[in-house]
C-alpha cells in the first residue's frame, strides 16, 4: 500500500496546485460540453425528436450545472469570501438578465428613439412627431382607447356579473370552468376562432354563409356583411374577441374577492330588506373596490400593448390598426429602428404611473 | 310564519332558475365558438363551404330527392312551365318553392334541360367526417383536397407537427429556466444580505409592468451581431428576461413567508446556502413553482410577438405557424380550423389538468401588467 502509483496522484490534486488546476479544468469542461451542445443545435439535421430532446436537457440542465460548477468555485475561496460573493450566486444571474433584457434596453431604445432609421444619424424629436402627429398613429391611439375604454369596461363588468351570479349557483365550478377556459387559447388560436364567426363569403347562386354571424343575420331576415372590413364597426368585433378571451380572468379574481366578504354583512343587509340589487351595489362593489381597480389596471395595460389579435385578423388595414402593431410594421416591415423605438418609449410612457403606484405600494408593505 | 318562509323559498326557486338560465346562456355563448372549430376540423373541405358547420347537428333542411329531365323541345329563352309552375330560365336556376313545399333548382346552363328536386326532411348527424385535415395540415409533404370553387388543390403542407415540436422544445426550458434563476433570486433576496439589496429589488418591481416593445429592438441588435437569431437559446433568454420580475416577485412573496424557524437549525448546523436552498427552500416552494411554472408554460406557448421576432422558419412555433396559415391561405377553413386545434390542444390540457395551481398563480400575479 505504501508504494501504491495512485497516492502520487491523489496527493498532487490535493496540494494547492492540483486544486487550482481542478478550478480551472472544470468550468472549461463545463463550457466546452455547453458549446459543443449549441453548435449542435444550431448546425444539425437529425431527426427532429432527438434535437428537442437534446434541447431540453441541454437548456435546463446547462442551467443548473452553471449554477452548480460557479458555486462549488466560489466556495473553493477563503470563508470570507465566500461571504462576500455567494450571495452573488443566487441573485447575480437574475440581475444581469434583466439588465441585459429589460434594465439597459430602455435606455438604448431611447437613444435609438432619437436616431433616424439605420440608427446612425441623430434627428432630434423627428420620430415623437411621426408618432404623436402622423394620420396612421392618431388612428392607432383612438383604437387603442377603444380598446381600453369598452374591452376594459366589458370584461371587468361582464367578469364582476358571472362572478355574484355564479357565486349562488350549485353549477359554480361548470360555469366559471367554461368561462375561464379561453384563457389557455392562444392569441392567433382565438383569432382564427372568431374569424370563422365573422367570415363572409358574399351573394351568388348557391352560395350559403358559413360565418355563423352571417347566417344568424341571414336567418333574422338581414344581409351578410364583410364584418372586419368596415370601419369603425370592425374594431368592435376585434374587441368582442378579448372580452372572451380575458373575462375569465376578471372572472376569477373578482370571485375570490366576493368570497372574501363577510357573510354576516350580507346577512344582515337582508335581513333589513335590502334587495339584491342595492346589496350589489351598495355593499358588494364598495367592498371589493380595490381589486376592481387592480383587475381594470391589468386589463387597461393588456389593451394598450394588444398586438397579435389584430395582427392575426385584420393585420391592422381597414382602420383597425393599433399602437404595438404599428411598432411591428415601423420595425420589423418598413425596418424603421427610430420610428419603432419612439412607439415604444410612448408605450413605456403611458404604463409609468402604474409603475410608480406598484413601487408606491412595495414601499408601504415594507416587505425589506 | 309557514307561509312566510314557503313564500321566501319560492322566491329564492326563481331566482335560482333565473341566475342558471342567465349563465347557461352566456357559457354557451362562450363555448359555441370553440365548438365551431372543433366540429368544422372534422369535416371534408367542400362540405365546410357547402354549407355551416352548425348542419351536421339534426335539423330540418332540404335534401335531394329526384331529378327531373326537361324535354328538349321545350324553349328555354322564354318562360318555362315545369310540373303546372311557370318562371323564366334565371328564376329556376335560383330556385323555386313549389306549393307543396318542394323546391326546385335548375341544374347547370340551358342545355343541361335538368332540374334537381329537394324536399324539406329531418336530417340526422352528419356522419360524413374525416381526420384527413389533421393529417394535411400536420405534416410538411404535399397534400391535397377540393376548394370551395370543387377544385382539387395541390400544395405543400404546413408542417404544423414540426411547429408543434418546436413548441415544446421552446417551451419547456423557456419555463424551467426563469423559474429555476427565480427562485435562486427570490431566495438571496429574502434570506441572505448584501449591498444593494432593496436597490435591486425596487428595480424588479419597476420593471413588472414595462412593455417588452421596449427591449426588442435593442435585444435583436445584440442577436444579430451575436448570431443567435432562431436559435433555441435566444427565445429562451428573451422570454427569461421578459418573465423574471413576475417570477422574481411571486417567488420571493412566497419564499419570504417560509418561517425563520425551519432554516435556522439548517444554518447553525453550519449548512451552506446553497444546500439550504437545494434540500430546503426548493421543496418547500414546491406550490408557489407550480403555480408559476402553468403561468410561464401557457405564456410561452401561446406567445406570438417574440417568437415571431427572434425565431427562424426552421425553429417556428405552432403559433407563427397557425399566423402563417391565415395570412397565406385565409380560407382553407380545414386547415386553419384544425390547425387551430392542434396549437390548443396542449395548452388546454395542461390548463384543465391543473387550473387550481393557475388561479392560485393568477391571484398572486394580478399586480402585474
Known amino acids: ?88 450566486i443566487f441573485v447575480g444571474p437574475a440581475l444581469a438578465i434583466l439588465a441585459w433584457f429589460l434594465a439597459i434596453p430602455t435606455f438604448r431604445t431611447l437613444i435609438l428613439s432619437f436616431q433616424d432609421q439605420t440608427s446612425r444619424v441623430f434627428v432630434g424629436f423627428d420620430n415623437y412627431i411621426f408618432a404623436l402627429t402622423d394620420r396612421i398613429m392618431l388612428e392607432a391611439f383612438r383604437n387603442n382607447l377603444l380598446w381600453m375604454i369598452f374591452g376594459t369596461f366589458f370584461s371587468v363588468s361582464l367578469g364582476l356579473i358571472i362572478a355574484v351570479m355564479a357565486d349562488r ?43 355563423l354571424l352571417n347566417a344568424i343575420v341571414i336567418a333574422l331576415g338581414g344581409t351578410s356583411q364583410p364584418w ?39 346577512e344582515a343587509a337582508r335581513v333589513d330588506g335590502s334587495n339584491e340589487l342595492r346589496i350589489f351595489f351598495n355593499i358588494i362593489i364598495p367592498t371589493i373596490k380595490g381589486t376592481l381597480i387592480t383587475v381594470s389596471t391589468t386589463i387597461l395595460i393588456f389593451s394598450l400593448k394588444l398586438f397579435d389579435i389584430v395582427r392575426v385578423m385584420t393585420g391592422g388595414n381597414y382602420g383597425t390598426n393599433v399602437i404595438a402593431n404599428e411598432f411591428y410594421l415601423q420595425r420589423f416591415t418598413y425596418g424603421n429602428a427610430g420610428r419603432a423605438s419612439a412607439i415604444a418609449i410612448i408605450l413605456l410612457i403611458a404604463v409609468v404611473p402604474v409603475m410608480i403606484y406598484n413601487l408606491r405600494q412595495f414601499r408601504e408593505r415594507k416587505a425589506f | ?49 357547402r354549407s355551416g358547420w352548425w348542419t351536421v347537428f339534426p335539423h330540418r333542411g332540404y335534401v335531394e330527392t ?51 328536386v329537394e324536399e324539406r326532411k329531418w336530417v340526422g348527424f352528419e356522419t360524413d367526417l374525416t381526420l384527413d385535415n389533421y393529417k394535411d395540415t400536420l405534416t410538411g409533404k404535399e397534400i391535397s383536397f377540393t376548394d370551395g ?54 428595480i424588479v418591481v419597476a420593471l413588472l409592468v414595462v412593455p417588452l416593445q421596449i427591449a426588442l429592438v435593442p435585444i435583436l441588435q445584440d442577436y444579430t451581431k451575436l448570431n443567435l437569431n432562431g436559435t433555441y437559446l435566444a427565445i429562451w433568454m428573451a422570454h427569461t428576461g421578459f418573465g423574471l420580475p413576475l417570477a422574481i416577485y411571486l417567488m ?44 410561464q408554460f401557457l405564456w410561452v406557448w401561446n406567445d406570438y410577438l417574440v417568437a415571431l421576432v427572434f425565431l427562424s422558419d426552421k425553429t417556428r412555433v405552432v403559433t407563427s405557424a397557425l399566423a402563417a ?34 388561479v392560485r398563480g393568477m391571484m398572486a400575479g394580478s399586480v402585474k401588467g
Not at chain 1, 431540453?56 to 460557479?70: N, Q, R
Open chain 2, 149 to 202: 370553387m370543387g377544385n382539387t388543390i395541390v400544395r405543400k403542407g404546413n408542417d404544423l407537427g414540426g411547429a408543434f415540436l418546436n413548441s415544446i422544445a421552446v417551451s419547456i426550458p423557456a419555463t424551467i429556466i426563469p423559474i429555476m434563476i427565480a427562485a435562486f433570486a427570490a431566495y438571496g433576496f429574502a434570506w441572505l444580505n448584501f449591498p444593494g439589496r432593496k436597490f435591486f429589488f425596487t
Open chain 1, 169 to 211: 349557483s350549485r353549477f359554480e365550478n361548470v360555469y366559471k370552468t367554461i368561462i375561464f377556459m379561453p384563457m389557455a387559447i392562444s392569441f392567433v388560436g382565438a383569432g382564427v376562432i372568431w374569424k370563422f364567426i365573422y367570415t363572409y363569403r358574399g351573394e351568388g347562386a348557391g352560395i350559403a354563409e358559413i360565418g
Open chain 2, 66 to 116: 329526384r331529378e327531373i329531365n326537361i324535354d328538349p323541345d321545350t324553349d328555354v329563352n322564354g318562360p318555362i312551365t315545369i310540373d303546372g309552375v311557370t318562371h323564366t330560365f334565371e328564376e329556376w336556376r335560383e330556385g323555386i318553392t313549389m306549393p307543396d313545399g318542394d323546391r326546385y333548382t335548375w341544374y347547370g346552363n340551358k342545355r343541361t334541360l335538368l332540374v334537381k
Open chain 1, 228 to 266: 372586419l372590413q368596415q370601419p369603425p364597426w370592425n374594431n368592435f368585433f376585434l374587441i368582442v374577441i378579448m372580452v372572451w378571451l380575458q373575462t375569465g380572468y376578471t372572472m376569477v379574481i373578482l370571485s375570490s374577492a366576493i368570497k372574501g366578504i363577510p357573510a354576516e354583512l350580507l
Open chain 2, 252 to 295: 420571493f412573496n412566497y419564499i419570504s413567508t417560509i418561517p425563520r424557524e425551519l432554516l435556522e437549525s439548517a444554518f447553525i448546523d453550519g449548512a451552506s446556502p446553497f444546500t439550504i436552498f437545494t434540500k430546503l427552500i426548493l421543496p418547500l416552494s414546491v406550490p408557489a413553482l407550480a403555480s408559476f411554472a402553468i403561468f
Open chain 2, 1 to 49: 310564519m309557514s307561509k312566510k318562509t314557503k313564500s321566501f323559498k319560492n322566491q329564492k326557486k326563481v331566482s335560482s332558475i333565473i341566475v342558471n338560465g342567465v349563465l347557461t346562456f352566456i357559457c354557451l355563448i362562450w363555448i359555441i365558438p370553440t365548438l365551431g372549430v372543433l366540429v368544422t376540423s372534422f369535416r371534408y373541405s367542400e362540405n365546410i363551404f
Open chain 1, 1 to 88: 500500500m505504501q508504494n501504491n502509483p495512485f497516492k502520487g496522484i491523489i496527493s498532487l490534486f490535493t496540494s494547492a496546485i492540483g486544486r487550482i488546476f481542478v478550478s480551472i479544468i472544470v468550468p472549461l469542461i463545463t463550457f466546452l460540453v455547453l458549446w459543443q451542445g449549441f453548435i449542435f443545435l444550431r448546425d444539425t439535421e437529425a431527426n427532429q425528436f432527438l434535437v428537442v430532446l437534446v434541447a431540453i436537457v441541454w437548456g435546463v440542465g446547462g442551467v443548473m450545472l452553471l449554477y452548480y460548477v460557479t458555486n462549488w468555485l466560489i466556495e473553493k475561496l477563503p470563508k470570507e469570501w465566500v461571504n462576500r460573493l455567494q450571495p452573488f
Open chain 2, 325 to 358: 396559415i391565415v395570412g397565406e391561405k385565409g380560407q382553407d377553413w380545414h386547415l386553419l380550423t384544425s390547425g387551430a386545434f392542434i396549437s390548443m390542444i396542449l395548452p388546454l390540457i395542461v390548463f384543465l389538468a391543473l387550473q387550481r395551481y393557475f
